[in-house]
């Protein structure tokens, strides 16, 4: 049985991750109205992953015997300056996500939970894979820029890294 501190952590990390969902879908909404259809198409397939890491923990609490929570989310904005500033507002949001995993990491150890601290392994090197793609996806936008047709060569580079979203989401560990 978790204790109740993990419990709490654990369940809070739910709604971040739900929430991380919807988040990149309002992005991937704002991306399709903007004629930007492969950072749409991205930004959907990563709140499919994004659902998919919501439900792993889910499951993980569930299997411990206690009660996993779901509980409301708030609205995500949905207007955006640019493609750049979505992807800015990805790798805050991800830079968040990444120090809530640690607090929880932390928390385990503190609380002598080896077996939550082991399972949380995962999404500690899946935290350290988000921040990368997200900070190359702006490294890719300042090289190509956003005049003329870079917009567009960033918007087919974007598309092409939707493989690798796909492939990281058939590398995720089945949901029990």
Not at 103 to 113: F, Q, R, S, Y
Request: aromatic content about 10%.
């Amino acid at each position: 049985m978790l204790k109740p501190a993990i419990l709490k952590l654990l369940n809070e990390q739910i709604a971040l991750e739900d929430y991380s969902a919807n988040l990149y879908l309002a992005m991937s909404s704002w991306c399709g109205a903007q004629k930007l259809s492969g950072s749409a198409k991205f930004l959907e397939l990563h709140s499919d992953d994004e659902h998919l890491h919501m439900r792993k923990l889910f499951a993980y609490v569930n299997e411990t015997g206690a009660m996993a929570r779901v509980g409301a989310l708030a609205e995500p904005p949905h207007e955006f300056e640019s493609i750049r500033d979505v992807f800015e507002k990805t790798l805050i949001h991800e830079q968040l996500i990444t120090e809530k995993i640690n607090t929880l990491v932390e928390a385990c150890v503190a609380e002598k939970d080896y077996s939550t601290f082991n399972f949380l392994q995962w999404y500690v090197a899946e935290q350290h894979e988000e921040e990368y793609l997200f900070r190359s996806i702006l490294d890719m936008i300042d090289v190509v820029g956003l005049e003329g047709r870079g917009l567009f060569m960033a918007d087919k580079e974007i598309s092409q890294m939707t493989q690798n979203v796909t492939t990281a989401m058939s590398s995720t560990p089945p949901v029990a």
